[in-house]
T-cell receptor
């Protein structure tokens, strides 16, 4: 299994500012993903974080708003740019080995409140 | 609409069995998962089942898969107060992404 940590665990931010969330995995994983969970909702995939190249974004999410880095197989960052109250959510990263027996493990999430 | 559907709420008496149901639409899904989210916490992987299996048992948890009907269920035996949480069903798509249901809030009453 993989143990995933995120920093910060929570934050309160002012509108118009940006926040970078870090995700660290304790072992090398092939796949890393970023999800958003809006209040009372399910998880929505934001993007796949690709090592050494640009992330692959899902429909409705763009790089200018959610820039992602993945410099190696154990670390990724998600930035929420130019925040508005609508960005208040839990942001979760996940990792998996990308093999046939891959299971995807999740970090504890970053709880973001934008005022 | 969502590709994975779940009922939103389940109330169960402590000691009884809980059954959470889920339907999915992608017949090519290879793995189906159950995650648990306790209040204020992240997602905990409970169990998963490969698409060529009908059933998987792990202690108090039993997963049943009806691939023909694209129906997945999670049974929790002897439900305890610590089982109160939101349970998410998810299917793995071809490119390793997960598609989640809306989550079933399970409330265990004494």
């Amino acid at each position: 299994s993989a143990v995933i940590s995120q920093k910060p665990s929570r934050d309160i931010c002012q509108r118009g500012t940006s926040l970078t969330i870090q995700c660290q995995v304790d072992s090398q994983v092939t796949m890393m993903f970023w999800y958003r969970q809006q209040p009372g909702q399910s998880l929505t995939l934001i993007a796949t974080a690709n090592q050494g190249s640009e992330a692959t974004y899902e429909s409705g999410f763009v790089i200018d708003k959610f820039p992602i880095s993945r410099p190696n197989l154990t670390f990724s960052t998600l930035t929420v740019s130019n925040m508005s109250p609508e960005d208040s959510s839990i942001y979760l990263c996940s990792g998996g080995l990308g093999t046939q027996k891959e299971t995807q493990y999740f970090g504890p999430g970053t709880r973001l409140l934008v005022l | 609409g969502e590709d994975v559907e779940q009922s939103l709420f389940l109330s169960v008496r402590e000691g009884d069995s809980s059954v959470i149901n889920c339907t999915y639409t992608d017949s090519s899904s290879t793995y189906l998962y159950w995650y648990k989210q306790e209040p204020g916490a992240g997602l905990q992987l409970l169990t998963y089942i490969f698409s060529n299996m009908d059933m998987k048992q792990d202690q108090r948890l039993t997963v049943l898969l009806n691939k023909k009907d694209k129906h997945l269920s999670l049974r929790i035996a002897d439900t305890q107060t610590g089982d109160s949480a939101i349970y998410f069903c998810a299917e793995r798509l071809n490119d390793y992404k997960l598609s989640f249901g809306a989550g079933t809030t399970v409330t265990v009453r004494a």
